[in-house]
């Protein structure tokens, strides 16, 4: 199975910073990445597919970038409803993998 | 308005079965590969298995393969995950997700249930 690292595991910032959250693959996966949003008690929600598309109705602060093994997610100036956990996720091939996920929390 | 509505969590006794359902509304299931995804209390999120929208192939994590049953029923529009022998490490959220692209065998998921609470306790 394809291993994905996400980092970091943990991030504090402040309203206004730029964040960046970094995943990668045991081995290539073309750009067969998505970005996910999860807040507490809540079903994860899709920022990013195909490593640097953007989902309808997701701002346009959220960005992704990578392929092969190596990809992020910038978010370009945090607003105060970006503060949850993020998850990578591969899928290039059976059985899907996600990241250990990075909470992103308030300085 | 696409949407997934799962049901059937609930306690259960080490050793014991359960099965899942998830209802799907405002696309065609037979479409689209699906998956279940877990999630323990406090932990991260863990693909469990996945069937895909053609040809209807069927895929498993190492740690469900031989116990857990994904299915569809499309007439009844409904996704299914039948559970055996589970363990007390298996207590999570289960959720079912919709792959993004009509007849893809694995994508992004762009819709997600609400998920359903399996305990897994003696």
């Known amino acids: 199975a394809i291993q994905m690292t996400q980092s970091p595991s943990s991030l504090s910032a402040s309203v206004g910073d730029r964040v960046i959250i970094t995943c990668r693959a045991s081995q290539g996966i073309r750009n067969d990445l998505g970005w996910y949003q999860q807040k507490p008690g809540k079903a994860p929600n899709l920022l990013i597919y195909?490593?640097?598309s953007l989902q309808s109705g997701v701002p346009s602060r959220f960005s992704g970038s990578g392929s092969g093994t190596d990809f992020t997610l910038t978010i370009s100036s945090l607003q105060p409803e970006d503060f949850a956990t993020y998850y990578c996720?591969?899928?290039?091939?059976?059985?899907?993998?996600f990241g250990q996920g990075t909470k992103l929390e308030i300085k | 308005e696409e949407q997934l509505v799962e049901s059937g969590g609930g306690l259960v006794q080490p050793g014991g079965s359960l099965r899942l359902s998830c209802e799907a509304s405002?696309?065609?299931?037979?479409?689209?590969?699906m998956s279940w995804v877990r999630q323990a209390p406090g932990k991260g999120l863990e693909w469990v298995s996945g069937i895909s929208g053609r040809g209807g192939s069927t895929f498993y994590a190492d740690s469900v393969q031989g116990r857990f049953t994904i299915s569809r029923d499309n007439s009844k529009k409904t996704l299914y995950l039948q559970m055996n022998s589970l363990t007390v490490e298996e207590t999570a959220v289960y959720y079912c997700a919709k792959g993004m692209v009509a007849n893809g065998e694995r994508d992004a998921f762009d819709i997600w249930g609400q998920g359903t609470m399996v305990t897994v306790s003696s």
């Open positions: 405002g696309f065609s299931l037979s479409s689209y590969a």
């Open positions: 996720l591969q899928d290039y091939n059976y059985p899907l993998t």
């Open positions: 195909a490593a640097s």
